[in-house]
Each structure stands twice: as C-alpha cells, then as structure tokens.
C-alpha cells in the first residue's frame, strides 16, 4: 500500500517535472497558504493579481503557514492535500524536506533567469539552504525600542536589551530559545563566529540562559509577531524583538514613537515550497506560478508594499518606493548597507538538530 | 391470545411460542432504534473514535525504525552494547544497504528528525549523511565501517548505535516516559537531566490552577445562576443573553481584552493610580503570570458553569426555602441546609464541564499566561505543530485523558455521577 | 367582628390589605377573628385572596395596611422563622436530600433541641401518622399519601399552636383525599391546635371545619359554621359557592310576613324567604337545593306556589337520583331524591309540577 503510494508519487514525480515547460494541462485553480495581513496583501499585489490577471487562473487564499507543516503532515497522511503552493520559512521548509513532504527543487531548471542570464542557483546564492526551498525574502528578526521612554541616550547595541541599569524597563523577547540564545551569548563575550559551537555544549547552552536570566524578571514574553509592536505601544516595554517589517509597519505607517536598532538583526527567509504528491495538473501551475512569482522584477516588486529585501542579488537595484507612502524602500530593507553593518545568519543545520534540546531546557528555565 | 401447552411453554395466537413471537416483534424495534441511531454512531466513529484511536497508538508507535532500517535492526540485536566496541563491518554493511534504499525513497531525513527526538544531532548526521553516502554504492565500495565513519564522525560514536539498538523495536515506550519526565536508555530507563524536567511539573501546574480556575467559577457563577433562577422569565432572559455573550465574540478578541484591562498600563492600573490607591512606580503585574490565566480563563469558561447551575436551581421549587422557614430555619441555615444541597448537582456538572474544558486549554494561557501560567496543552500544542513530535504530544494527550478518566472516576465514588444534572 | 371578642382571639386579622402592583387590591379590609383550638377554613376559588391571607399569617408576605396578630401580639414585623407557626404545602415541601427523619429533625435542630429528644420527638411525630417504618426512607420512595402524611407530622413536630395548610390534598386521588380529610381533623382536635387550612374544594371545608370563610374578590363573603353556610347562604356568591344550587331569576313583587312572593322573569310566581332583598321592585334571584325541591304536591301547604317542569333527563346515581328538569325557561334545574323503593323514577318528556317550602327557597341579591 504504502510502497504503491511512494511509487506513483515517484512516477508523476517524474512525469510532472518533464512537463513544466510543456504546459499541456495546468489546473486552473490554485491554493496559496500564506501567514495573512500585511504580508499575504503585499504577495497579493505583487505576484497572485499579476499571475491571475495573465493566466486565467482563481487564487485561493489560505492564511495557515504558522501551522503548514503540522497540517501539511496531516493532510500527506490522509492522502488529501488540498495546498498547492505554501510560504514557511526556511526552517520549515527544511523540516517538510527532511519529511518528505515537499517537492524538491531544481533552482536551475525550475526557477527563472536572472535578466543578464545569471542562472537562479547563482542569483540565489547560498539562501538555498534547503533543496526543496525557494528563498523569497530576507527578513530579519531585530530590536524596536521606544524612543520617548529609553532616556537621553538611544541604544545602539543588542547588549541594550541585557543593560537594565542603562535602561530600566520590560522588554519583550520571543517565548522560544531561538535568537535570544545567540544574543545572550554575543553579549556574554562569545564570539559572533563561536555561538554556534559554544551553544552546542551544555556548559554554553547554561551559559546562554544564565545570561538571560539577569533580565528575566524583566521580560515579557511574546508568541505572535504582532505582540511587541502592540506592547511597545501601549509602553508596556521600552524594547523588544519582532519581525522588521512589522516595526517599519509601527513606525512609518503608524507613526509610532518607535526607534529600530539593527545591531545584531538576524537575517533568517522566507519563502515558497511546493507540497510532494500534487497531481500532475496542480503542480505543472504550482511551478508555473513559481517561476513567474520568483522571478528577478516580481520579487522587487514586492518590497514596494512591506519592508523585506528581496531574496535574490539581481533584484536589490530594483527596488523603489513604497506603494503608498512614497518613500524610498531601500533603506529599510535589513539588507541596507546601513542596516546590515552587524548581522547574525541564523543556523538551519544547528537549529534543526538542537530546536528540542534547548527548546526543553529553555521551557524548563522559564519555568522555573 | 395465549395458551399453555403440554408441555408448560406459552404459544402466541398463532401457534409460535411466545418468547420467540416476542423477541421477532422486538427486534424489528430494536432494528428501527438502531438505525435512527446509525448516523450519528458512523459519524462519531469516523471523526472521533477513530482519530482518537489512531493518535493515542501514535504515542506508542516506532515503526519507522525498523521500518527503514530492516537489515541493520536485524543485525544489530547481535550486537552487545555493554562491550565497549563499535558493532563490526556487517552492521555498517547493513546499514548502508538499508541507507542506500531509503535515500532513494527519500525516507532517511524523516527517520533522522524522528530519532532526533532520543539524541541531538540525528538529524543533521542523516541529512548530511544522505548527501555523500547517495555516491557511495552497498555492493560495490564495500567496505564501509571507515568510509561512514569518515563521512560523518557520529557513525564512530558508540552511543549512536546503543541509541539505534534501543529505538529499534516496532512499539516503544519512550514517548511516555518522556512525558513523565524520564527517557528510556541503553542502560534502562532513567529520569531526564534536572534542567529538562518540565512536563511533570506543567501537568501539576495544570491540574492546580484548572482547579482554582473551577473554584472561582462556582464563587462568581453561583450568586449569577440563583439570581437567574429567581427573577422574572423577562428579566432572566435578558440576564441569559449577557451571561452568554461572550460566546458571541471570539475568543481571541476576549482573551486580548483581558490584556487590555490587566497590563500595566492597562484599564484596571490606571484606574487604581489615578484614585491613588497604588503608587504610579509600582503598578500591579495583573497579566502574563498566573493570576492573568485565572482570570481570562474564568471568564471564558463562566457560562459553562452558570448554564448547568441555572437549570438545576431552575427545578428546586421556592416553596423548600418557605417550607425551611417557617420551621424556624434563618435565611442562611434554610439556603445551607435545604437550598445548597439541592444545587449540588448544579455545580457538580459545570464543575466537570469546566474542569475538562480548562485542562485542555491552551490559546488563552499562551496569550496571558506568560511563564508560570502556560498549561500542559501548550506542550502539546507545542509538539504538535513545532516540533513535530507527535509521539510525545499523543503520548501527553493519553495522559490527560487518563488523568481525566481518572478524576471522573473518582468523582463518581466520591459524589456519584447520577449527582450531576445538566438540565 | 373581629374587634368585639378580642380578649380571647388567637389569631386577628384587623383591617388587612394586600397589594402587589400598588393599583389592585388583592385582600380588601380584611377582618377575621379565630379562637385558640378552632379548625378555620379558607375557602375560594383561584384569586379570591385566601392564599394571600394565609403567607401574610406565615410572614411570606407583608400586608400593605393593618394588622395581624397572633396570641395578641402584632406580628407585622417577625419574620417568618420566627413565628413558630407549622406550615403543610400543597406539594408536600418534603427535602428530597434528606431522609423521613431528617426531614422531622429539621425544625428541631434550627431550634438547638438535643439529639436523644429529637429523635424522640421525631418518633412520636411519625407516630401520630403511622409512619414509624418509614423513617429511613427518602420521600421519593413515598407515595404521595405517605409524603403527606409526612408534611403534616413535620408540621406538628415541633409542636406549633397554629398551623396552616395551603392545599394539601390537592394533589391526591378522592379516595386518599377523604381518608386525609378526617385524620387532619381527628388530629388537629386531639393535639388542640388551631388551624387555618386553604382549600379550593368545599365538600373539604365542609366536612372537616369548625367555621369556614368564603373568600371571593379580597373579601370574605360570610364566615360561618359549615351546615350554616349551607344552609343559610347570605348572599348569591355564597349560595352559588357552596354545594349544588338551582336559581331562578325575577323580581320582588311583594314582602309580606317574612315571606316574598317573586315574579320570575317568565311570569311565574314562587314563594321564597327574603335575605339580603328589602322591598318589593327589586331584582332578586333565587336560590333552591337540588334536595328541598318538591314533586309531592301533599307535602306542601296549600297556598304554596307550584311551577311546571319538563322532564329532560334521569341520571341514576346509586344512592340518588338526579333529574334535569326545564324549569321557568331555564334547562339546568336539577332535582335529587332519594333512592327509597317507593321513589318514583321520572322518564324524559313527563311533565311535572314542583313546589317547595318558602324558607327552603331564597331570595338573594341579583
């Protein structure tokens, strides 16, 4: 039974990536799961109206990538899966490839050009960090503070968020061991190229939390993006960690009294993945629409409407201004030469093995 | 229309014994009753019992152990793990034959990220493995113990295979030992490290606060049901309608509500600042603690425990209380002595109603619960749709269920079942 | 009435009003007078205010004007719980959590009595009914008989001086309602206590009550001994009230010697006693007991009046019989006679002439 089903997957496996370029029948209906608001709006804008509007197809919307790989595993388990393109990040994408249950991607094949015909694989670089990964943002994860309630002077470094005597107050910092284990080593003295080995031993893992725990008392945890541009707001904390863009969001379109400080942003992306075990009709489109939605103008096109760089080298010079607010987009992007002057890349490989390790110990400490 | 043979047996009018004439009459009844009954029985069965059943066998399954792995399973049982040694050529060659076939179905990463779960490492060793060992070939580059252990240095590390030989059965109990705490070993099985020890103490915590949250329930919805079932029909309904509001608006709205109120710069704090009762640099930490948890959560689940109070106290006459006084009873003797007893059944199942639904929680104790007031059901939740450990997160799931099984059992031998009335 | 004998009133009723809304009367002026010991009946249909009288008696309503006294003190302002007034429901009121006994027990433990005499006590109360075995059941394993009999004994318990009863034998069947009937008065007599019972049902207050009052529209409309009240109906209510009654309409042509002489409306004439009627021209209507109606025209006087009736219909009762007549344009007059063998059965159809003695017949308000 269950070789059967790995068989015929196979099969149209193979079948299927022979007929992308042919375009013989494509279904003319499509799922795209997506996290929702401002981000699944400026995709809408930027790639689902353009490829509808040129391919006759209906888009459906889904806003469940917070759980697509929880209900990605489900749905291959059940035999039904009704998604046929899904936005996750990139440590999830790595997790459905190491499943199973995304198809794998040849960049070169797969995925458009570069307009002076660089080949994608290269245009990408190494934000190809899985094989079934199509890396479409760079976003970063970084710190906001509110600029009326720091003091005279602003933070510059990630070590603020650890100097509570300079800066008395709540700061928010997200319910995961994930990025807060490698700025309380950064801001420990470990070395920026060193965390990854530090924190893979118990004595740096302890070392981590105990740095965290200097400020624990003055932490408000979060579990949803949208938490610490709402508590820097309401002044519950004076800084916290959140998504860049949702701070370029407070700050330029709320016009909240709200500073970003970029010092030790961690870049981490995002991007698309095509479920394993589509029809060959479904995922002839889910490649189509791929091809054409990563595509060098598309993916700039996409940072006129949320302040995520764009994932690939050839489409930075491309990118304008906001769609609304008219101003220069560029230099929000955590990939701005300005922004960018300290940066930590997220480790996939050690996050993958780690994540429940430390995700234990950190719950445990935290609870304790 | 019946008549007594020889032989003492009753026959029907028509010459068939009675029992048999009774029981053909019967069952076409019983046929009938069973068919009014089929679709929701088939409808229960297809979307609970069954789901049920196959996530709590999950909490026990390790299938894709010896699953992908067939021959070096097979191979390494020989091997004695107390020796010190590394197992011997024909378990790496069995593994590399195994490997070479699940690389190909693409099936090693998945059963790396599973035994991830047992040991840290696994499943970056089996990704990086796959890459370089999809080159090598089983028959062909022969022989392999160096060559793996070149490729990756964990095929050296002795405690990789103890770890394999332990997880290589089709059924384990790892996931619920895990969820108490503990792991199976090599050596048997031992308690986690002090610094992962969560699980237990989130199922006390759990238990506690479901119920404190209980408690207050009974306090804050008592005076509301008996309120209720004394006004005017009018004005009950329009108590009704606001006691069962919040159903109307979602729980997400309800629960960032709470936040509002609670937070330190929230409804209630500045209130209590602005009369001066609390000084402006010491405002209370209403939210984001256990204290927030109770409270949202009380609120949530109030009008589970209204509801059953208000339909039990609806049935006590107001004639008792009369009755209790005019034999000399003051009002508070006539309600504790006659009224409250009667109202037991009441309180007894929004106590049950809302003691389950609590311990299942998990949205509201996530958004306000901050550390100390996250339940079990976060793990779950947790294991579920981040980790991806679905073993561990059945294997929690069973627990609670036994837990709850459990206290309704004693519930029973305790107050007895047949005390609770839901209308 | 109530004023005149006040020295050895148990219970008054002085000038009482009862208002729920604050626009209607329930209770009008209600003035009532009761002897220690005296078994009173409150009789009345649903509405007429004899409920009312009997929770302001209890303390479960507050009258909104008078007074109401018990043993001479004014108990407008004691709470019930302090009244020591045994109370009977009409559904029994037994507390379903608590056993026969414990149930008995309750009004003596709220009144601090040891245990060895409480359950004494409680022994010597079941006693009263018989319900000795029964003292470790729940009322849910009684029949309602039994439960209230239990009420009662739980009423009695605590040896109250007065007791009410709000309907309590409304819920069972005739046979077990009779039965009842006579043990609550046997016992009432016995243990002396005066007794205020609400009952709906007049062969009730008849047959158990020392006096009964007859409430309609927040007034009592004559407070008498039961044959009196029968008998003796003041006025039209009353007479229609209590037992079966033919009436007639007309109007007083003359009074003459205590006696009046009625023009019926369809031009007869009777005789009839003149009770609450004064002159002659007013309009009166008559009432006659289905029993005092005569088909003998030797057993009247010989100046008596007599009207023509038409058989209608012969109901056998058994002990009676029970004929329709159409009498002076009306079909519902009905006669009883007694089922003697000489008793005469009249067939549908005959025609008959029917007299009655003046003072059996009696001219009352229209």
Same mark, same amino acid.
């Given at each position: 039974?269950?070789?059967?089903?790995?068989?015929?997957?196979?099969?149209?496996?193979?079948?299927?990536?022979?007929?992308?370029?042919?375009?013989?029948?494509?279904?003319?209906?499509?799922?795209?799961?997506?996290?929702?608001?401002?981000?699944?709006?400026?995709?809408?804008?930027?790639?689902?109206?353009?490829?509808?509007?040129?391919?006759?197809?209906?888009?459906?919307?889904?806003?469940?990538?917070?759980?697509?790989?929880?209900?990605?595993?489900?749905?291959?388990?059940?035999?039904?899966?009704?998604?046929?393109?899904?936005?996750?990040?990139?440590?999830?994408?790595?997790?459905?490839?190491?499943?199973?249950?995304?198809?794998?991607?040849?960049?070169?094949?797969?995925?458009?050009?570069?307009?002076?015909?660089?080949?994608?694989?290269?245009?990408?670089?190494?934000?190809?960090?899985?094989?079934?990964?199509?890396?479409?943002?760079?976003?970063?994860?970084?710190?906001?503070?509110?600029?009326?309630?720091?003091?005279?002077?602003?933070?510059?470094?990630?070590?603020?968020?650890?100097?509570?005597?300079?800066?008395?107050?709540?700061?928010?910092?997200?319910?995961?061991?994930?990025?807060?284990?490698?700025?309380?080593?950064?801001?420990?003295?470990?070395?920026?190229?060193?965390?990854?080995?530090?924190?893979?031993?118990?004595?740096?893992?302890?070392?981590?939390?105990?740095?965290?725990?200097?400020?624990?008392?003055?932490?408000?945890?979060?579990?949803?993006?949208?938490?610490?541009?709402?508590?820097?707001?309401?002044?519950?904390?004076?800084?916290?960690?959140?998504?860049?863009?949702?701070?370029?969001?407070?700050?330029?379109?709320?016009?909240?009294?709200?500073?970003?400080?970029?010092?030790?942003?961690?870049?981490?992306?995002?991007?698309?993945?095509?479920?394993?075990?589509?029809?060959?009709?479904?995922?002839?489109?889910?490649?189509?629409?791929?091809?054409?939605?990563?595509?060098?103008?598309?993916?700039?096109?996409?940072?006129?409407?949320?302040?995520?760089?764009?994932?690939?080298?050839?489409?930075?010079?491309?990118?304008?201004?906001?769609?609304?607010?008219?101003?220069?987009?560029?230099?929000?992007?955590?990939?701005?030469?300005?922004?960018?002057?300290?940066?930590?890349?997220?480790?996939?490989?050690?996050?993958?093995?780690?994540?429940?390790?430390?995700?234990?110990?950190?719950?445990?400490?935290?609870?304790? | 229309?019946?008549?007594?043979?020889?032989?003492?047996?009753?026959?029907?009018?028509?010459?068939?014994?009675?029992?048999?004439?009774?029981?053909?009459?019967?069952?076409?009844?019983?046929?009938?009753?069973?068919?009014?009954?089929?679709?929701?029985?088939?409808?229960?069965?297809?979307?609970?019992?069954?789901?049920?059943?196959?996530?709590?066998?999950?909490?026990?399954?390790?299938?894709?152990?010896?699953?992908?792995?067939?021959?070096?399973?097979?191979?390494?049982?020989?091997?004695?793990?107390?020796?010190g040694d590394l197992p011997n050529e024909?378990v790496y060659?069995?593994f590399?034959?195994?490997?070479?076939?699940?690389?190909?179905?693409?099936?090693?990463?998945?059963?790396?990220?599973?035994?991830?779960?047992?040991?840290?490492g696994?499943?970056?060793m089996?990704?990086q493995s796959?890459?370089?060992?999809?080159?090598?070939?089983?028959?062909?580059?022969?022989p392999f113990k160096d060559k793996l252990i070149k490729i990756h240095k964990g095929w050296g590390d002795i405690e990789t295979w103890k770890t394999l030989?332990?997880?290589?059965? %089709?059924?384990?109990?790892?996931?619920?030992?895990?969820?108490?705490?503990?792991?199976?070993?090599?050596?048997?099985?031992?308690?986690?490290?002090?610094?992962?020890?969560?699980?237990?103490?989130?199922?006390?915590?759990? %238990?506690?606060?479901?119920?404190?949250?209980?408690?207050?329930?009974?306090?804050?919805?008592?005076?509301?049901?008996?309120?209720?079932?004394?006004?005017?029909?009018?004005?009950?309904?329009?108590?009704?309608?606001?006691?069962?509001?919040?159903?109307?608006?979602?729980?997400?709205?309800?629960?960032?509500?709470?936040?509002?109120?609670?937070?330190?710069?929230?409804?209630?704090?500045?209130?209590?600042?602005?009369?001066?009762?609390?000084?402006?640099?010491?405002?209370?930490?209403?939210?984001?603690?256990?204290?927030?948890?109770?409270?949202?959560?009380?609120?949530?689940?109030?009008?589970?425990?209204?509801?059953?109070?208000?339909?039990?106290?609806?049935?006590?006459?107001?004639?008792?209380?009369?009755?209790?006084?005019?034999?000399?009873?003051?009002?508070?003797?006539?309600?504790?002595?006659?009224?409250?007893?009667?109202?037991?059944?009441?309180?007894?199942?929004?106590?049950?109603?809302?003691?389950?639904?609590?311990?299942?929680?998990?949205?509201?104790?996530?958004?306000?619960?901050?550390?100390?007031?996250?339940?079990?059901?976060?793990?779950?939740?947790?294991?579920?749709?981040?980790? %991806?450990?679905?073993?561990?997160?059945?294997?929690?799931?069973?627990?609670?269920?036994?837990?709850?099984?459990?206290?309704?059992?004693?519930?029973?031998?305790?107050?007895?079942?047949?005390?609770?009335?839901?209308? | 009435?109530?004023?005149?004998?006040?020295?050895?009133?148990?219970?008054?009723?002085?000038?009482?009003?009862?208002?729920?809304?604050?626009?209607?009367?329930?209770?009008?002026?209600?003035?009532?007078?009761?002897?220690?010991?005296?078994?009173?009946?409150?009789?009345?249909?649903?509405?007429?205010?004899?409920?009312?009288?009997?929770?302001?008696?209890?303390?479960?309503?507050?009258?909104?004007?008078?007074?109401?006294?018990?043993?001479?003190?004014?108990?407008?302002?004691?709470?019930?719980?302090?009244?020591?007034?045994?109370?009977?429901?009409?559904?029994?009121?037994?507390?379903?959590?608590?056993?026969?006994?414990?149930?008995?027990?309750?009004?003596?433990?709220?009144?601090?009595?040891?245990?060895?005499?409480?359950?004494?006590?409680?022994?010597?109360?079941?006693?009263?009914?018989?319900?000795?075995?029964?003292?470790?059941?729940?009322?849910?394993?009684?029949?309602?008989?039994?439960?209230?009999?239990?009420?009662?004994?739980?009423?009695?318990?605590?040896?109250?001086?007065?007791?009410?009863?709000?309907?309590?034998?409304?819920?069972?069947?005739?046979?077990?309602?009779?039965?009842?009937?006579?043990?609550?008065?046997?016992?009432?007599?016995?243990?002396?206590?005066?007794?205020?019972?609400?009952?709906?049902?007049?062969?009730?207050?008849?047959?158990?009550?020392?006096?009964?009052?007859?409430?309609?529209?927040?007034?009592?409309?004559?407070?008498?001994?039961?044959?009196?009240?029968?008998?003796?109906?003041?006025?039209?209510?009353?007479?229609?009230?209590?037992?079966?009654?033919?009436?007639?309409?007309?109007?007083?042509?003359?009074?003459?010697?205590?006696?009046?002489?009625?023009?019926?409306?369809?031009?007869?004439?009777?005789?009839?006693?003149?009770?609450?009627?004064?002159?002659?021209?007013?309009?009166?209507?008559?009432?006659?007991?289905?029993?005092?109606?005569?088909?003998?025209?030797?057993?009247?006087?010989?100046?008596?009046?007599?009207?023509?009736?038409?058989?209608?219909?012969?109901?056998?009762?058994?002990?009676?019989?029970?004929?329709?007549?159409?009498?002076?344009?009306?079909?519902?007059?009905?006669?009883?006679?007694?089922?003697?063998?000489?008793?005469?059965?009249?067939?549908?159809?005959?025609?008959?002439?029917?007299?009655?003695?003046?003072?059996?017949?009696?001219?009352?308000?229209?």
């Open positions: 039974m269950k070789l059967t089903k790995t068989l015929l997957a196979t099969t149209a496996l193979t079948v299927a990536a022979g007929m992308v370029s042919a375009d013989g029948h494509m279904s003319s209906e499509m799922t795209i799961v997506s996290w929702g608001g401002a981000y699944s709006a400026s995709q809408k804008g930027a790639y689902h109206d353009p490829y509808a509007a040129a391919n006759g197809v209906t888009i459906i919307n889904d806003d469940s990538s917070a759980e697509a790989v929880a209900k990605l595993r489900a749905m291959s388990e059940a035999g039904n899966i009704t998604w046929d393109v899904v936005d996750v990040v990139a440590a999830d994408a790595m997790r459905l490839c190491d499943e199973g249950l995304a198809l794998e991607i040849d960049p070169d094949t797969m995925l458009a050009d570069a307009p002076d015909g660089t080949k994608a694989s290269e245009d990408f670089g190494d934000l190809l960090v899985s094989e079934c990964f199509i890396p479409q943002i760079v976003y970063s994860t970084t710190f906001g503070y509110r600029t009326d309630l720091v003091g005279s002077t602003a933070p510059t470094s990630v070590c603020a968020v650890f100097d509570t005597e300079t800066y008395p107050g709540k700061r928010s910092l997200e319910k995961r061991p994930i990025n807060n284990m490698e700025w309380a080593l950064l801001c420990d003295g470990v070395a920026k190229d060193a965390v990854y080995d530090v924190l893979a031993t118990e004595e740096g893992q302890q070392q981590a939390l105990d740095k965290l725990a200097t400020i624990k008392d003055d932490v408000i945890w979060w579990s949803a993006g949208a938490d610490t541009p709402q508590l820097l707001a309401d002044g519950e904390v004076i800084m916290g960690s959140t998504y860049n863009g949702r701070l370029f969001a407070a700050i330029e379109e709320q016009k909240q009294p709200i500073g970003m400080l970029w010092d030790a942003q961690v870049f981490d992306l995002d991007g698309w993945i095509i479920p394993a075990g589509l029809s060959p009709e479904r995922q002839a489109r889910a490649l189509d629409y791929i091809m054409f939605a990563t595509d060098t103008q598309r993916l700039a096109d996409q940072a006129q409407y949320i302040s995520y760089g764009p994932a690939r080298k050839s489409s930075a010079p491309l990118v304008g201004k906001h769609k609304t607010l008219g101003i220069d987009m560029a230099q929000h992007m955590p990939t701005d030469p300005n922004n960018a002057k300290n940066t930590f890349l997220y480790n996939y490989e050690f996050w993958a093995d780690y994540r429940d390790d430390i995700d234990a110990k950190f719950q445990t400490w935290l609870a304790k | 229309m019946s008549d007594s043979t020889a032989n003492g047996l009753v026959l029907a009018a028509d010459g068939t014994p009675l029992k048999r004439s009774l029981s053909r009459s019967m069952r076409r009844q019983k046929m009938r009753a069973f068919m009014l009954v089929a679709p929701l029985l088939i409808f229960v069965l297809l979307t609970f019992i069954y789901p049920i059943g196959v996530m709590l066998s999950r909490s026990v399954q390790n299938d894709i152990v010896p699953e992908t792995l067939p021959e070096t399973v097979r191979v390494l049982g020989a091997w004695d793990s107390s020796s024909v060659a069995a590399m034959r195994d490997m070479s076939v699940a690389i190909k179905a693409k099936k090693h990463t998945r059963l790396g990220s599973r035994l991830n779960y047992e040991k840290t696994f499943s970056s089996f990704r796959g890459r370089k060992m999809k080159k090598l070939d089983p028959v062909v580059d022969a030989q332990t997880y290589s059965g %089709l059924y384990t109990s790892g996931y619920f030992l895990n969820s108490v705490d503990a792991r199976m070993t090599p050596e048997g099985m031992a308690w986690q490290p002090e610094d992962k020890q969560i699980l237990l103490k989130l199922f006390g915590r759990t %238990l506690v606060m479901s119920l404190i949250i209980t408690g207050s329930c009974i306090l804050l919805g008592y005076p509301i049901a008996w309120l209720l079932s004394n006004v005017s029909p009018r004005s009950a309904n329009l108590l009704l309608i606001l006691v069962l509001l919040p159903f109307w608006t979602s729980l997400l709205v309800r629960t960032s509500a709470w936040k509002v109120m609670l937070q330190q710069n929230g409804v209630i704090n500045e209130v209590l600042v602005w009369i001066g009762l609390v000084p402006d640099g010491e405002r209370l930490i209403l939210i984001n603690n256990q204290f927030g948890t109770i409270v949202a959560m009380t609120h949530i689940l109030l009008p589970f425990m209204i509801l059953p109070m208000y339909s039990v106290m609806q049935t006590i006459p107001p004639v008792y209380l009369r009755a209790a006084k005019s034999m000399g009873a003051t009002n508070w003797t006539a309600f504790w002595r006659v009224y409250f007893p009667q109202s037991i059944p009441g309180i007894g199942a929004g106590s049950i109603l809302v003691f389950i639904l609590s311990i299942g929680y998990y949205i509201t104790p996530e958004i306000v619960g901050g550390t100390k007031g996250v339940f079990i059901s976060n793990r779950i939740a947790y294991h579920i749709s981040s980790s %991806l450990n679905w073993g561990l997160a059945a294997a929690l799931g069973t627990i609670l269920l036994i837990v709850v099984l459990a206290l309704y059992w004693a519930y029973d031998r305790i107050v007895g079942i047949d005390n609770v009335k839901l209308g | 009435m109530a004023n005149t004998k006040k020295s050895d009133a148990f219970v008054e009723f002085e000038r009482v009003q009862k208002s729920y809304d604050g626009i209607n009367l329930v209770v009008k002026d209600l003035n009532l007078s009761m002897p220690r010991g005296e078994f009173l009946t409150m009789l009345g249909p649903s509405g007429s205010g004899k409920t009312t009288c009997l929770m302001m008696l209890a303390g479960f309503e507050t009258a909104t004007h008078g007074d109401i006294r018990l043993g001479g003190t004014s108990i407008n302002n004691i709470p019930p719980h302090k009244r020591g007034i045994g109370m009977v429901f009409q559904n029994y009121a037994l507390f379903p959590h608590m056993t026969v006994a414990e149930n008995l027990a309750f009004p003596l433990e709220v009144r601090k009595i040891g245990k060895s005499e409480r359950e004494e006590k409680v022994m010597r109360a079941l006693g009263m009914v018989q319900m000795q075995d029964f003292a470790g059941r729940r009322p849910s394993q009684l029949s309602g008989g039994q439960q209230q009999r239990i009420a009662l004994s739980r009423a009695l318990v605590f040896e109250p001086e007065l007791v009410l009863m709000d309907e309590p034998l409304g819920a069972l069947d005739k046979q077990l309602r009779e039965t009842l009937q006579f043990e609550i008065t046997n016992l009432a007599h016995e243990l002396g206590i005066t007794t205020v019972y609400v009952t709906h049902d007049q062969t009730e207050a008849l047959t158990m009550s020392d006096r009964v009052a007859v409430f309609e529209n927040g007034r009592i409309q004559q407070l008498a001994a039961p044959d009196k009240l029968y008998e003796e109906p003041e006025n039209s209510f009353v007479a229609q009230f209590i037992g079966e009654n033919n009436t007639l309409e007309g109007v007083i042509k003359e009074i003459k010697g205590g006696v009046a002489l009625v023009q019926l409306d369809n031009g007869d004439l009777i005789d009839a006693k003149p009770i609450n009627v004064t002159q002659a021209g007013q309009r009166t209507r008559v009432s006659i007991r289905p029993e005092r109606v005569e088909m003998d025209k030797s057993r009247l006087s010989s100046d008596a009046h007599t009207l023509k009736a038409e058989v209608l219909e012969f109901i056998y009762m058994g002990d009676i019989f029970r004929t329709r007549l159409r009498v002076a344009g009306s079909d519902a007059f009905v006669i009883k006679t007694r089922n003697a063998p000489d008793q005469i059965r009249l067939q549908p159809g005959q025609i008959i002439d029917i007299g009655w003695l003046a003072e059996d017949c009696r001219a009352l308000d229209a």
